[in-house]
């Protein structure tokens, strides 16, 4: 039992610290009163509620920031909140999916008052924990076997609307693929034509399509082409697991650096539960993502079939180009019969799958160690 009196202020205790913490240890933000000895926030929380957080916490408050499920716009929080740490004498503590190295500031102060647990591990940990909302359950039950590919896309972000763009162009079906586009996490599950227009706009103004691309893409009927993956947050049931059958899991991260803010000057990789995915449903994965990220999957051991995919994109510099290359090299694979060098290459997916429990194991030992050794010291 936690003796500690620890407030979650944004809801994240059960997605970061799973089953090390029971719901009675601690309070929501709807019955906070008094000070606290740990405060654990997500990084919106941080950025937008701040003030409010300190209402809460004294000299001897730990406040933790959880950054492993969120991507977007990395530097700009980066730089509030060594900034906002740099003014407080709270003790911080930021719990990151990248590797960063946060002498990089060089002030002395952020040393004394600032503690940082970062590794890949976490993110696994984050999103395949039993405990978690965002835990991807039955896993060992979905399996690739036919020829074909997924894309499923719910949040509308310009990269995933110049990829369905670049698809129609191609006439590459978009039979298994989703195109929700809605707001995205708390905007809810309907397709928001509002925010899918201005992605056009967007593109249109930085001269990434023409009018007639923009005609093209607004001609669609998006609402009939369902997201099948609106369970990103909850469990994979028997139809999800359906619809992972194709072998090709082409996945758009949240970030690939086609919006400002996406990059970090650091070249900063992050992962969502998107990068586990195809791992988890042993496919061969394409990934539209931030130049790098491949590489860092290579550098953890994972198996990105080398000896098949030609991946001359990965380090592309130029977003719309490389999206191009991606799709050059998805159509080369759809002409190949995938389905029977899965089967001569079995146990290559089956070492990725395992991969992902031994990363899980992991990060779940570094939450160990950091809630019961670190925090409560």
Do not use: W
């Not at 040393?111 to 647990?117: A, D, P, Q, S, T």
């Not at 056009?200 to 669609?220: G, M, Q, R, T, W």
């Not at 650096?257 to 990068?275: C, P, R």
């Not at 030609?310 to 991606?326: G, P, S, V």
């Amino acid at each position: 039992m936690i003796t500690k009196k620890i407030l979650d202020f944004d809801y994240q205790l059960n997605r970061i610290f799973g089953k090390f913490i029971s719901q009675k240890e601690y309070d929501r933000p709807d019955i906070a009163e008094g000070i606290y000895d740990i405060i654990v926030c997500h990084r919106e929380g941080f950025q937008d509620n701040f003030n409010n957080i300190l209402k809460y916490a004294n000299y001897n408050t730990k406040i933790v920031v959880d950054v492993t499920t969120e991507s977007g716009n990395l530097q700009m929080f980066l730089d509030d909140f060594f900034e906002k740490v740099s003014n407080h004498s709270n003790q911080f503590y930021l719990i990151i999916d990248s590797n960063i190295d946060y002498y990089i500031y060089h002030h002395e102060f952020y040393y004394k008052n600032l503690k940082i647990l970062q590794g890949f591990d976490l993110v696994f940990y984050a999103f395949l924990n039993k405990s978690s909302d965002n835990r991807l359950d039955n896993a060992n039950e979905i399996f690739a076997n036919t020829n074909g590919f997924i894309s499923l896309n719910n949040s509308c972000r310009l990269h995933r609307v110049y990829l369905l763009l670049q698809l129609l162009k191609r006439n590459i079906s978009i039979e298994n693929c989703s195109f929700l586009f809605s707001t995205g996490g708390h905007g809810g599950s309907k397709f928001n034509k509002g925010v899918f227009e201005d992605c056009i706009e967007h593109l249109l103004i930085s001269n990434s399509i023409n009018n007639s691309d923009a005609s093209l893409l607004k001609s669609i009927d998006l609402p009939k082409n369902l997201d099948y993956d609106l369970n990103q947050y909850s469990y994979i049931n028997n139809q999800i697991n359906e619809l992972y059958r194709p072998i090709i899991n082409l996945v758009t991260e949240n970030v690939i650096g086609m919006t400002h803010g996406d990059a970090s000057e650091y070249d900063l990789i992050t992962f969502t539960e998107k990068i586990i995915k195809p791992f988890l449903a042993k496919q061969i994965p394409l990934f539209i993502a931030l130049p790098g990220l491949q590489q860092t999957l290579r550098d953890l051991g994972f198996d990105l079939f080398d000896d098949l995919i030609q991946t001359n994109y990965e380090f592309e510099t130029n977003h719309e180009n490389r999206i191009k290359m991606i799709l050059d090299e998805l159509e080369r694979l759809l002409k190949l019969d995938l389905v029977e060098y899965k089967k001569q290459n079995e146990f290559r997916f089956e070492n990725n799958y395992k991969l992902l429990e031994t990363l899980t194991n992991s990060g779940e030992e570094r939450m160990k160690s950091f809630l019961y050794e670190e925090i409560l010291k």
